[in-house]
Structure formats: structure tokens, C-alpha cells
């Protein structure tokens, strides 16, 4: 689609003058279309964290969307860019928290090592390497693997750690699940068959879902509406380094410059993907929406009441969203792959990375015990083996010779 036919598709474009009432309601409707709140909810999940650390950690992811949003929108990119967490980092996450002390200061490791994580990627970006390592070291064929096996390898966290190994009765549990993903996608349906409606149920399924999901959950006597009234309106973010302190580990350091390593690969396989899907629905690409929508993430990051509501809800509940979501993302790598005119090592390139990653999921956990302390945590998110695999077997496999007839 050329840039002509892509400004006719826009009710508004990048630069046309928009008023700020409406701009305010455009960036709300971003936001709320947008799934900036479940990676917490899981990495939450996954270190076992109480429901007020579960918001804090909400609050702290909202209110880095929104600074993000705002920086890449107005003075960086200068392009419509709504930020948000990935879903890559969190198995290492988790595997460098519980290596590290777990509650006696597993999360003053993981945050030392984002800090030296995120200070090399934006050396990295300000001098210009970032573009030329990624046009040398990830073609189309290495970062469509590594979207696919993104998704593939969140699937069993989504449907094991939330459904299948969540507290509670299974039965209710397997229910919760199943009526949330019934609800997205009845939504999803409606604005399909009805076109006119299809912001209103498209853009809202993931939030009509898991409110169906909570109703459900508060008649099963899951939800716990409690810590959600006794949550002040408005508070400080309390997920700071200032709370949890900073802890320097070598080993973890280097895990995390992996992965945001992936992180760069992924984001510039998705990045605008992400963002084309948000536009196409609602039609709005204007910069000041999108600063408008970072400005409702800051001030999501302080509403304290929200974050508890969205803390309290039900594992089952968002597991039935994040699996969808992995298939989705898995679909996205695939269909990135599909568009190329594939040779014999390409096969390779994407067939390898898959089979490690479902090797790694399967693994006995006495095995991985055994490996040292670095490669445990590297295991612990399948995603950074797979991407290593496939970036290095790009480099090494010959490519194939062109045919030539006499």
C-alpha cells in the first residue's frame, strides 16, 4: 500500500489539526485498546507478588508506557508510536528473581540489570549501531522466527501457570477461561458483521472480555473486591528501585543485554505493525492523539483504584486473553515469514529455532538445574536460545546457488 492510498484510509492524518477534547477522547480509546497491563499481571503472577505489589507494578508500567509514548511521539521518532511492554523478557525475569533471592532482593537484581540493559540499547540507538546491527544480523526471515516463537513460547504460561496450575477449582478455572475468550470473541464477530460498531467492539473486546470474565468471577466468589475498595483513588507508584533497591549480578546483567538484544529485533519486526493495527481500526494517526494517550498512561500510572482492580482480577481470567494473544503473535511471526520467497536454508533458519523452543518447554526441570547459573537463566525465556539460533544459523548456512540453464 503506497503512502497515497494509505493517507485515504485516514480520518486523520499525522499532522492535520485536531481539537483537544477530541484528541483527549481519541487517546483514551489507544489506550484502552491497547494490553499494556497483562505482561505485569503475568510477570506478577509468576513471582507469586501480593495484591499491592501486583498494582504497584501496574502503576509503574503505566506510567512508563506514557513517558515512552510521549518521548518517541514528539521528540525522538516524531511518529504516531504507542509504547508498551513486551511480553519477551518475562521468563528471565522470573528465572533471574528466584535465582537471585526471590523476595530477599531477586528484584534489586532484575532492576540493576535493566539498568545496564537499557543504558547500552540507548548508546546503542544515539551512535547509530542499532540500525546497522539489525540490518546486518536480523533479515525478514530471523525476525519473523523470532515473532513466532515469541507467541509459541508464552503459550504454556498462559494456559498452565494461569489456568491449568492456578488456584482455585480447575472446573471454575477452566470455565473462567472459557467464557472470557467466548466474550473476545463474540465481540471480535460483532464488528465484523457489524462494520458500524466495529469501533466499539473491536477496539473494547479485550476490556469487554475480562469485565465479562471478573462478572463471572465475582458469581464463582474469585474476585476480591475487597483490596479494590480499601485502594486509595490516587497514590505514587510504590515499583521503584527505591522501594526494591539495586543489585549488580554479572551473569544477570549479561542475560538482560540478550535480551534486549531480542527486545530490538522484535520491536523493530512489530513496532509498526502494532501501531498500523490500532490505526486501521480506529482511522486516527494524528501525533497529538498518540501524545494524548501518553498523557492518560501517566495518569493511569496514578490511579492507585485502577491498579487494584486490574491486580485483583482472576489468573484464569487473563490466562483465556494471553493465550489468544500468543496466537496472535505467533501468527504475526508466520506471516511475516510468509511473504518470502524462501530457499532451502531458510527452512532451517525457522524450523531449528521452533523445535529448541518446544525442547526447552519440555525439558526435564533436574536438567536444567544442572547447567550453569547463566544458561539457567537464558532457559528460562526460550525466546533469547531461539533468536540466538536464528541469527547464527543466517550467518553460517550457506545460501543457495542460483540456477542457471545452458
Same mark, same amino acid.
Given at each position: 500500500?503506497?503512502?497515497?492510498?494509505?493517507?485515504?484510509?485516514?480520518?486523520?492524518?499525522?499532522?492535520?489539526?485536531?481539537?483537544?477534547?477530541?484528541?483527549?477522547?481519541?487517546?483514551?480509546?489507544?489506550?484502552?485498546?491497547?494490553?499494556?497491563? $497483562?505482561?505485569? +499481571?503475568?510477570?506478577?503472577?509468576?513471582?507469586?507478588?501480593?495484591?499491592?505489589?501486583?498494582?504497584?507494578?501496574?502503576?509503574?508500567?503505566?506510567?512508563?508506557?506514557?513517558?515512552?509514548?510521549?518521548?518517541?511521539?514528539?521528540?525522538?521518532?516524531?511518529?504516531? @508510536?504507542?509504547? =508498551?511492554?513486551?511480553?519477551?523478557?518475562?521468563?528471565?525475569?522470573?528465572?533471574? %528473581?528466584?535465582?537471585?533471592?526471590?523476595?530477599?532482593?531477586?528484584?534489586?537484581?532484575?532492576?540493576?540489570?535493566?539498568?545496564?540493559?537499557? #543504558?547500552?540499547?540507548? *548508546?546503542?540507538? @544515539?551512535?547509530?549501531?542499532?540500525?546497522?546491527?539489525? !540490518?546486518?544480523? +536480523?533479515?525478514?526471515?530471523?525476525?519473523?522466527?523470532?515473532?513466532?516463537?515469541?507467541?509459541?513460547?508464552?503459550?504454556?504460561?498462559? *494456559?498452565?501457570? !494461569?489456568?491449568?496450575?492456578?488456584?482455585?477449582?480447575? !472446573?471454575?478455572?477452566?470455565?473462567?477461561? $472459557? $467464557?472470557?475468550?467466548?466474550?473476545?470473541?463474540?465481540? $471480535?464477530?460483532?464488528?465484523? %458483521?457489524?462494520?458500524?460498531?466495529?469501533?466499539? /467492539?473491536?477496539?473494547?473486546?479485550?476490556?469487554?472480555?475480562?469485565?465479562?470474565?471478573?462478572?463471572?468471577?465475582?458469581?464463582?466468589?474469585?474476585?476480591?473486591?475487597?483490596?479494590?475498595?480499601?485502594?486509595?483513588?490516587?497514590?505514587?507508584?510504590?515499583?521503584?528501585?527505591?522501594? %526494591? =533497591?539495586?543489585? /549488580?549480578?554479572?551473569?544477570?546483567?549479561?542475560?538482560?543485554?540478550?535480551?534486549?538484544?531480542? *527486545?530490538?529485533?522484535?520491536?523493530?519486526?512489530?513496532?509498526?505493525?502494532?501501531?498500523?493495527?490500532?490505526?486501521?481500526?480506529?482511522?486516527?494517526?494524528?501525533?497529538?492523539?498518540? @501524545?494524548?494517550?501518553?498523557?492518560?498512561?501517566?495518569? /493511569?500510572?496514578?490511579? !492507585?483504584?485502577?491498579?487494584?482492580?486490574?491486580?485483583?482480577?482472576?489468573?484464569?481470567?487473563?490466562?483465556?486473553?494471553?493465550?489468544?494473544?500468543?496466537?496472535?503473535?505467533?501468527?504475526?511471526?508466520?506471516?511475516?515469514?510468509?511473504?518470502?520467497?524462501?530457499?532451502?536454508?531458510?527452512?532451517?533458519?525457522?524450523?531449528?529455532?521452533?523445535?529448541?523452543?518446544?525442547?526447552?518447554?519440555?525439558?526435564?526441570?533436574?536438567?536444567?538445574?544442572?547447567?550453569?547459573?547463566?544458561?539457567?537463566?537464558?532457559?528460562?525465556?526460550?525466546?533469547? #536460545?531461539?533468536?540466538?539460533?536464528?541469527?547464527?544459523?543466517?550467518?553460517?548456512?550457506?545460501?543457495?546457488?542460483?540456477?542457471?540453464?545452458?
Amino acid at each position: 500500500m503506497n503512502e497515497n492510498e494509505q493517507s485515504q484510509k485516514l480520518m486523520v492524518g499525522p499532522d492535520e489539526p485536531i481539537s483537544n477534547q477530541e484528541a483527549g477522547f481519541l487517546g483514551l480509546q489507544h489506550v484502552l485498546a491497547m494490553d499494556v497491563y $497483562v505482561p505485569p +499481571v503475568i510477570i506478577a503472577g509468576l513471582l507469586a507478588m501480593s495484591l499491592d505489589a501486583k498494582a504497584g507494578l501496574i502503576q509503574a508500567t503505566f506510567l512508563a508506557a506514557g513517558i515512552g509514548t510521549i518521548l518517541q511521539t514528539k521528540f525522538f521518532m516524531q511518529m504516531p @508510536v504507542s509504547q =508498551g511492554p513486551s511480553f519477551v523478557p518475562i521468563g528471565a525475569i522470573a528465572g533471574i %528473581y528466584f535465582a537471585s533471592g526471590a523476595k530477599d532482593g531477586g528484584m534489586a537484581t532484575v532492576i540493576g540489570a535493566s539498568i545496564i540493559g537499557s #543504558i547500552l540499547l540507548m *548508546l546503542l540507538g @544515539v551512535t547509530g549501531l542499532f540500525q546497522k546491527i539489525i !540490518n546486518s544480523l +536480523v533479515p525478514q526471515v530471523v525476525g519473523g522466527t523470532i515473532i513466532t516463537v515469541v507467541g509459541l513460547s508464552l503459550m504454556p504460561s498462559a *494456559l498452565g501457570d !494461569n489456568i491449568f496450575k492456578a488456584q482455585g477449582n480447575i !472446573n471454575e478455572n477452566l470455565l473462567l477461561a $472459557v $467464557v472470557t475468550v467466548t466474550i473476545l470473541i463474540l465481540c $471480535v464477530s460483532l464488528g465484523i %458483521y457489524f462494520p458500524k460498531l466495529q469501533k466499539l /467492539f473491536k477496539v473494547s473486546s479485550i476490556i469487554i472480555a475480562l469485565l465479562g470474565g471478573t462478572v463471572l468471577a465475582t458469581m464463582l466468589g474469585q474476585f476480591d473486591w475487597q483490596s479494590v475498595h480499601q485502594a486509595h483513588w490516587f497514590s505514587l507508584p510504590s515499583f521503584t528501585a527505591f522501594h %526494591y =533497591g539495586v543489585h /549488580f549480578s554479572m551473569t544477570a546483567i549479561m542475560t538482560f543485554i540478550i535480551i534486549y538484544a531480542v *527486545l530490538m529485533t522484535e520491536t523493530t519486526g512489530t513496532w509498526f505493525a502494532m501501531n498500523a493495527g490500532i490505526i486501521s481500526i480506529t482511522g486516527v494517526a494524528s501525533k497529538k492523539v498518540f @501524545v494524548s494517550a501518553g498523557i492518560w498512561f501517566i495518569i /493511569f500510572g496514578f490511579f !492507585n483504584k485502577l491498579a487494584a482492580f486490574l491486580s485483583a482480577i482472576p489468573a484464569p481470567v487473563i490466562g483465556g486473553i494471553f493465550a489468544i494473544i500468543c496466537s496472535t503473535i505467533m501468527l504475526n511471526g508466520l506471516n511475516v515469514i510468509r511473504t518470502l520467497r524462501t530457499q532451502e536454508r531458510d527452512m532451517y533458519i525457522i524450523g531449528i529455532p521452533i523445535i529448541l523452543c518446544i525442547a526447552i518447554i519440555i525439558m526435564p526441570p533436574s536438567l536444567l538445574k544442572a547447567t550453569p547459573q547463566m544458561i539457567q537463566y537464558l532457559l528460562e525465556s526460550p525466546i533469547s #536460545i531461539c533468536a540466538l539460533a536464528a541469527i547464527i544459523l543466517n550467518l553460517i548456512l550457506p545460501r543457495d546457488r542460483p540456477i542457471t540453464f545452458n
